[in-house]
């Protein structure tokens, strides 16, 4: 099937002074150019994953970069046969990614940006710690070699976390999330804490292995689009996931079948047949189960969706 879509993902920490506004005038923008996904509007910026056709999606980048707020935005670029999307969400929010960290403004300061061929080189030197800074569901599918991880649910809890390697002050700490947005506020925040030697990926795993063939990023990168995982690793690919039922090796991530449940797991083929796409036997059970056709993923139901609702202009 020819990819005539493309999925775009991007953040960029810019002022915007009336998001508000921003928001309506954005929406609508997307609806009439059919950009499907994700948009979320803060005071500090802009943190959007969007899908569409090519040229629609060339349009939304063209216009974007016009503006003089968003001219550095990084789009990392990915093909698709159809839209990864089913609605246009644009929202207007605190932040534009959660933490706990509105105090920092990424734009003052941040860890120095390495560019994926410089990561790539300066990955495996001996005093260099590379530290995941998503949540478990994430870099329990796919991480870099090595990688130090934290047990968190939510990027929220990343300043209690950093307290686990506080021994680790002296070294070269490299930081890398899915995109990069995590990172510019995670690094800015153990600079202030004392680490001296702080970095960051530049775009994330996703950067990583369009220019690099994401060498030594073991498993898959969880994403934020229908595809929910993807491969990124086109050199010394391997998998480190296991099923959440029998614990065999598998990177085939799923939604349990329970909408009460819906939570984001490993389940193999046999175990995801076996199970009809739950996750276990209560889950399988549950009066409510969505029918399973084997690929775990289940669209949301658009209910009479309309996407000129909340619009002041139509």
């Known amino acids: 099937m020819e990819n005539k879509y493309q999925i775009l993902l991007y953040y960029c920490y810019t002022n915007i002074e009336d998001p508000e506004d921003f928001r309506e005038q954005h929406h609508l923008f997307c609806i009439e150019n059919d950009i499907k996904g994700r948009v979320i509007v803060s005071q500090e910026g802009l943190n959007g994953t969007v899908s569409g056709l090519i040229h629609n999606c060339q349009k939304y980048m063209d216009t974007l970069k016009a503006d003089p707020r968003f001219a550095k935005i990084d789009f990392k670029i990915d093909t698709y046969p159809k839209h990864a999307f089913q609605k246009t969400h644009v929202r207007v929010k605190s932040?534009?990614?959660?933490?706990?960290?509105?105090?920092?403004?990424p734009n003052k300061k941040t860890g120095i940006h390495l560019a994926p061929a410089d990561f790539k080189k300066m990955k495996d030197e001996e005093d260099v710690v590379i530290l995941d800074c998503r949540s478990n569901y994430e870099h329990k599918v796919g991480?870099?070699?090595?990688?130090?991880?934290?047990?968190?649910?939510?990027?929220?809890?990343?300043?209690?976390?950093v307290k686990a390697i506080e021994n680790l002050k002296h070294k070269k700490i490299v930081t890398y999330c899915t995109g990069g947005i995590k990172c510019e506020k995670a690094s800015a925040y153990l600079l202030e804490q004392g680490f001296e030697n702080v970095y960051q990926l530049h775009g994330g795993i996703i950067k990583y292995?369009?220019?690099?063939?994401?060498e030594d990023f073991e498993g898959?990168?969880?994403?934020?689009?229908?595809?929910?995982?993807?491969?990124?690793?086109?050199?010394?690919?391997?998998?480190?996931?296991i099923c959440y039922i029998c614990s065999k090796l598998s990177?085939?991530?799923?939604?349990?079948?329970?909408p009460a449940c819906n939570q984001h797991v490993a389940i193999c083929e046999d175990c995801g047949w076996?199970?009809?796409?739950?996750?276990?036997?209560?889950?399988?059970?549950?009066?409510?189960?969505r029918v399973y056709d084997g690929t775990g993923y289940y669209q949301s139901k658009l209910n009479g969706y309309n996407p000129y609702i909340g619009l002041k202009r139509k």
């Open 95 to 105: 932040e534009i990614v959660y933490s706990s960290l509105k105090h920092i403004n």
């Open 143 to 161: 991480k870099f070699k090595n990688a130090v991880t934290f047990d968190m649910d939510n990027f929220r809890d990343f300043p209690e976390k």
């Open 209 to 214: 292995g369009m220019e690099e063939g994401g």
């Open 220 to 241: 898959k990168c969880y994403v934020f689009d229908n595809r929910v995982a993807v491969d990124v690793n086109k050199v010394n690919p391997k998998v480190i996931s």
């Open 251 to 258: 990177d085939r991530m799923i939604n349990c079948a329970n």
């Open 274 to 289: 076996t199970l009809d796409g739950a996750c276990s036997e209560a889950c399988k059970c549950h009066p409510e189960k």
